[in-house]
């Protein structure tokens, strides 16, 4: 998705300035309630806890709050942000890794449903005290990932519990007197494929339950993670969330019967889902060039303003916008003379949006305004280069609101 139909993106940085991340607050909460409806159609016991490493805007955290959502956080500073935004520690879920004790100190006091990483965690966590619900993240045999790069299981992955591990992690929370147990686990990232979450969870169950059984333990909860995608292409076809829900409630029905692990309550962790496409970034081209047979058209937005290309070779979608001879704006079309390299004033050679683009000509002042930029955007912005960090507007029911000033020179 783009910005809203109406919008006027000249409008919005003559008020805001360039680059700038615009939200649109009604598809986030259209996309929530899709969700929450289609696992709540399951029958289970389920709650949608917001991935708050995708966009931790204060403002997108208490909209999702209002909405009924939890929050799944990642480190303290996470945690700190759900608490500001007034969610309270039974909303709360906590996944981290390689977590030190302050992190672990933090965790235990300010989320529920903590989900340790590793047997050394559970050392460190118990000699602070043990809350008395825990889980266990449990790395599957296999991962999936949209890039290798957020690829979350398999053996070369750094992410939770091997299978061989599970019995004792379990057995000594027990022993030090854990008395609600959870399992985590994390189907992948990006996945479009409604089919996989389901085999995900029917999976590991199979793998751990046995394990759980023969120590005589039931589930209080089982966190199925996140991964939910959206197309980043006009080749991919969205993602069919209620045929994922209805698919992981039948494999946990069955799962947990067979291998007595009682009725636990369901969570998911939608980051990406909700979220990315209610943003867009908006980039003024600042210059053009030429080089032999090669176009360069430079944006005062780079990967200091949004990663993903540069970072995973991720693409994003793009529409570009002119002044007509009244002044209003209107999109050019994508018919290119010839390919174009589309780039930021970076002075790194990955500094990229995307190689050989189909673009228009374009011409100074002229804007792109990148789709799918709400998640993974702004939270992974830097001032590298000396370059402040642009500032986040929210478009909620026909009116703009400034929720994230813009970095000055003399913030850095």
């Known amino acids: 998705m783009s910005l809203p139909r109406g919008t006027d993106p000249f409008a919005l940085v003559e008020t805001y300035g360039s680059p700038l991340y615009v939200y649109d607050a009604e598809e986030i909460r259209a996309r929530y309630r899709r969700l929450a409806a289609a696992f709540a159609a399951t029958g289970l016991v389920t709650r949608a806890h917001y991935a708050v490493k995708a966009n931790m805007n204060a403002e997108i955290l208490k909209l999702l709050r209002a909405e009924g959502a939890g929050a799944d956080c990642a480190s303290p500073g996470e945690l700190r942000a759900a608490a500001r935004a007034g969610f309270a520690p039974a909303d709360i879920s906590y996944t981290g890794n390689f977590e030190s004790s302050d992190d672990l100190a933090a965790a235990r006091d300010g989320a529920l449903y903590l989900n340790l990483d590793s047997l050394e965690a559970f050392e460190r966590l118990r000699r602070l005290g043990v ?160 080089r032999a047979e090669r176009r360069f058209v430079g944006l005062d937005a780079g990967m200091t303003s949004l990663m993903r290309p540069a ?32 780039c930021g004033p970076v002075c790194e050679s990955s500094d990229f949006f995307e190689r050989e683009a189909a673009l228009p000509e374009v011409a100074e002042g002229d804007l792109v305004v990148f789709r799918e930029a709400g998640a993974y955007g702004f939270v992974m912005s830097s001032s590298y280069n000396g370059r402040p960090r642009p500032p986040e507007v929210l478009l909620d029911a026909g009116r703009t609101r400034l929720i994230r000033e813009r970095q000055s020179l003399e913030d850095l």
Do not use: W
């Open 131 to 290: 809350p008395e619900t825990l889980g266990f993240r449990v790395n599957p045999d296999e991962g999936r990932g949209a890039f290798a790069q957020i690829n979350t299981g398999g053996e070369l992955s750094k992410f939770g519990l091997s299978l061989d591990e599970v019995e004792a992690a379990y057995s000594r929370a027990r022993a030090a007197g854990v008395k609600r147990f959870g399992l985590h686990l994390m189907p992948g990232s990006c996945i479009l494929e409604a089919a996989h979450f389901g085999r995900a969870v029917a999976q590991l169950l199979e793998r751990v339950g046995p394990r759980l059984r023969a120590l005589g333990l039931e589930l209080a909860y089982l966190d199925m993670g996140g991964g939910f995608g959206v197309p980043y292409r006009d080749d991919e076809n969205e993602l069919d969330v209620e045929a994922a829900a209805a698919g992981v409630a039948r494999a946990m029905r069955e799962a947990c019967a067979r291998h007595a692990l009682g009725a636990p309550r369901l969570l998911c962790e939608p980051g990406r889902y909700l979220v990315a496409t209610s943003g867009s970034l908006i980039a003024r081209v600042v210059a053009t060039k030429r």
């Open 311 to 342: 970072l995973y070779g991720a693409r994003h979608r793009f529409d570009v916008f002119a002044r007509d001879a009244e002044g209003r704006a209107v999109a050019i079309t994508r018919r290119a003379p010839s390919p174009a390299d589309l």
